[in-house]
């Protein structure tokens, strides 16, 4: 028989508990960028070789990938603010550990420990949050509570790089330590506002959970090192096929599983299959635009890295600005409108902004950058919240835990190919500029993979040639034209999959979302795009 424990009449203020869940998980998407950029200074303050580096900034990102589905199960089953609480402390402690990284033989292995540590605490925190702020406000009023919440959860991950590069002028540790009060802060506001302990118990399918995290950490491991190893390394092909593999294996033994991690059913429904095809295609663009903006600004345009990154800011202007207008549309006439017109906006600003790039002038590129910002916004929280609004209120955690499982996954799988992308248009540029100089092709060709690789490292961004500038320039040009295409290709899935109209409250009681009839959504058919 299902339980239910926990209610809403402990919630003081909505408005509280909103602001509650976004200090709890603004930590997770401030450290998807911030590590990145400190990891020169870390690097040599530890002595940590460029693989042991890379780890540490990996670790993360595999883990919280790896575990969302888990984080999301485990918050429907014990309980949503006892999970929110515990990846906070998780999270906070880890961090906080980060920072205490001692330097010899054992910081290596301390630092990605911990780095990991501090993904399995996203991943537990950030399903639960989600879930709480669903469940708090009634379904015609959570798309501007949800878009609130994504609009600065976005904004906290363009502003890592920024606070990156502050922070690391006193000391790298303090881009740990920071999570510690922000952690403080969300703790003593959960326990003010007291919101939502909805559980339903059940066993934990671990199982399920082994297949999961083997299948997306194999394949999301492969994606990361395919910048590094090259893809004609076998290894990168391997550990791909296996994790793939592994995830159709899980997806058959779910279907026969009485109490799985995830009922996979769901995808029966229309709208939730094609807002997660959305969501994974749009993230191949919307992460990597943070990291591929930063370094354009201190290579091809010859800024430091704290002045690089504020590049981000035009880009999060628009964003939060058109979240909040995307979250009212969804809750006046449906999901359709804005994940349309937000995905048809940001292609075209990436590729207006593409066209500008090689002219190294950030004045002709700013209303393209914003236009870019503008279109993510108007649809990525939305295509978000439509497919929660799928799952009934029993369900939240598992359906989010789905969702950020696609998002990280299309993450990754986006900067494995724009990342190739721009290392191959890179070096191809530089062999031509360096035989142009008169160098024997084949030198300048050795010469080229050197500087395009990925531990060619620039230096003073003022010592940087000009033609080498340039070539960069040409290079995130064709990436800018690639985040333009992917969301073009969102877009048209939605245009093609998405059906008109507001959705209605699930009329379920006590059910996870696949017991009611799948495949079914509730439109009214009223809206237009």
């Avoid at 605490?121 to 509570?145: C, E, K």
């Avoid at 994606?223 to 791909?240: C, D, E, R, V």
């Avoid at 500008?356 to 002709?364: E, H, I, P, R, S």
């Amino acid at each position: 028989m299902n339980t239910f424990s926990g209610s809403g009449t402990g919630v003081r203020s909505k408005s509280l508990v909103l602001t509650a869940m976004i200090f709890a998980v603004a930590m997770t998407f401030i450290d998807q960028t911030i590590v990145s950029i400190a990891a020169p200074t870390i690097q040599h303050d530890l002595g940590l070789s460029s693989s042991g580096m890379q780890w540490a900034i990996n670790a993360y990102l595999l883990t919280l990938a790896a575990l969302f589905a888990f984080g999301g199960r485990l918050a429907d089953i014990a309980g949503h603010r006892r999970m929110a609480v515990l990846g906070v402390i998780i999270f906070a402690g880890a961090s906080a550990m980060c920072g205490f990284t001692p330097k010899g033989s054992a910081a290596e292995a301390w630092l990605v420990a911990f780095r990991a540590a501090q993904g399995a605490g996203g991943a537990i925190m950030f399903p639960a949050a989600i879930a709480i702020v669903v469940v708090t406000f009634d379904l015609h009023s959570r798309g501007r509570a949800l878009a609130l919440f994504f609009g600065i959860a976005g904004a906290l991950t363009a502003i890592g790089p920024i606070a990156g590069g502050f922070l690391i002028e006193w000391t790298w540790r303090a881009i740990f330590w920071i999570n510690v009060p922000v952690a403080l802060i969300a703790l003593v506001l959960i326990a003010i506002s007291k919101p939502a302990n909805e559980a339903r118990p059940a066993p934990m399918d671990y199982r399920g959970l082994a297949l999961i995290a083997s299948g997306v950490g194999l394949s999301v491991f492969g994606f990361q090192q395919s910048a590094l190893w090259g893809w004609s390394n076998l290894a990168i092909w391997a550990s791909i096929a296996v994790g793939l593999v592994l995830l159709v294996v899980f997806f058959m033994v779910e279907r026969r599983t009485e109490s799985p991690l995830i009922n996979v059913r769901i995808f029966e429904n229309r709208t939730f299959l094609v807002e997660n095809i959305i969501l994974g295609v749009a993230m191949m663009a919307f992460i990597p635009v943070f990291f591929f903006a930063a370094i354009y600004g201190q290579i091809a345009l010859a800024e430091n890295a704290k002045t690089a990154s504020l590049l981000i800011l035009y880009f999060f202007l628009g964003f939060v600005v058109c979240a909040q207008i995307g979250g009212r549309m969804l809750d006046r006439i449906g999901a359709k409108a804005p994940v349309v017109l937000g995905s048809a906006l940001a292609a075209v600003g990436f590729g207006l902004w593409a066209s500008k790039a090689t002219d190294l002038d950030v004045g002709a590129q700013v209303i393209y950058i914003v236009m870019a910002g503008a279109g993510m916004g108007l649809m990525l929280g939305q295509a978000n919240t439509d497919a929660i609004n799928r799952a009934s209120r029993y369900s939240y955690g598992e359906a989010t835990g789905i969702t950020q499982t696609v998002r990280n996954y299309g993450a990754s799988l986006g900067f494995a190919i724009l990342g190739t992308l721009l290392i191959n248009r890179f070096k191809s540029a530089v062999t031509s500029s360096l035989t142009g100089k008169g160098l024997p092709h084949a030198v300048a060709s050795a010469q080229a993979s050197k500087i395009a690789g990925p531990q060619g490292g620039t230096g003073n961004p003022a010592d940087i040639p000009a033609f080498i500038r340039a070539d960069f320039a040409t290079a995130i040009r064709d990436v800018l034209y690639g985040m333009a295409i992917i969301m073009a290709v969102a877009a048209f899935v939605a245009l093609r999959g998405l059906k008109r109209g507001v959705q209605e409250e699930p009329e379920v009681a006590g059910t996870r979302f696949t017991d009611r009839v799948i495949g079914e959504d509730q439109s009214t058919g009223l809206d237009t795009i």
